[in-house]
């Protein structure tokens, strides 16, 4: 069975830090791509930042750049996106999704999020 488990979200002061987890099981976790992805109360979900073993990392959002660092352990099948200088525009459900082979934007696998709060 297929698993994503997103950890980590909570509640933080703007400026802050937060890193989430996302920890896979059920696949082959090198066949696969992992990204983050949001979805803040009233808008559509988006993508954040996608990490391949076959290409890298690759910017879905360009929000995020230079606050946002997405990184892999292979050993622990767990991907984490480093959040900081958060703000409250980040607050938002956090999603990963599993995409085969490369970064897509397209998950094959979803799990569940986890709630990230930004206060002010």
């Known amino acids: 069975e297929v698993q994503l488990q997103a950890s980590g979200g909570g509640l933080v002061q703007a400026g802050g830090s937060l890193r989430l987890s996302c920890a896979a099981s059920g696949f082959i976790f090198d066949d696969y791509s992992i990204a983050w992805y949001r979805q803040a109360p009233g808008k559509e979900r988006e993508g954040i930042l996608c990490i391949s073993s076959r290409e890298g990392i690759t910017y879905y959002s360009d929000s995020v750049k230079g606050r946002f660092a997405i990184s892999s352990d292979s050993s622990k099948n767990t991907v984490y996106l480093q959040m900081n200088s958060l703000t409250t525009e980040d607050t938002a459900i956090y999603y990963c999704?599993?995409?085969?082979?490369?970064?897509?934007?397209?998950?094959?696998?979803w799990g569940h999020g986890t709630q990230v709060t930004v206060s002010s």
């Open positions: 999704g599993a995409e085969h082979n490369y970064c897509s934007g397209d998950p094959d696998y």
